[in-house]
């Protein structure tokens, strides 16, 4: 009933940029916070950037001052522009949002299907 769709991400050389996008569609009544995650192989997932409904934003140290999340309430979208981008940058990265599908439904992650972001020469 709901669906998060991760697009943007592909083979870029060290120091470009990429800007990845998440748009979340069905049954829908609100959404809370939207984070992007990465997973490098080998490593455990983590957290990359996070954004509130009110646009409060939170950043991994690893990519602070490159990375920068954004959102369009109105779309349902959330956006990750990485600029500078490292070889350690490498992973699929996914997004997720908390949302819920009526006015008395509890709130509940929802994770989009990863997209490959490589960064190499």
């Known amino acids: 009933q709901v669906q998060l769709v991760e697009s943007g991400g592909g083979l870029v050389q060290p120091g470009g940029s990429l800007r990845l996008s998440c748009a979340a569609s069905?049954?829908?009544?609100?959404?809370?916070?939207m984070d992007w995650y990465r997973q490098a192989p080998g490593k455990q997932r983590e957290l990359v950037a996070g954004?509130?409904?009110?646009?409060?934003?939170n950043y991994a140290d690893s990519v602070k001052g490159r990375f920068t999340i954004s959102r369009d309430n109105a779309k349902n979208t959330v956006y990750l522009q990485m600029n500078t981008l490292k070889p350690e940058d490498t992973a699929v990265y996914y997004c997720?949002?908390?949302?819920?599908?009526?006015?008395?439904?509890?709130?509940?992650?929802?994770w989009g299907q990863g997209t490959q972001v490589t960064v190499s020469s």
């Open positions: 997720k949002a908390d949302l819920r599908m009526s006015f008395s439904s509890p709130y509940v992650d929802y």
């Open positions: 069905g049954r829908i009544f609100s959404i809370n916070a």
């Open positions: 954004i509130t409904s009110g646009g409060l934003t």
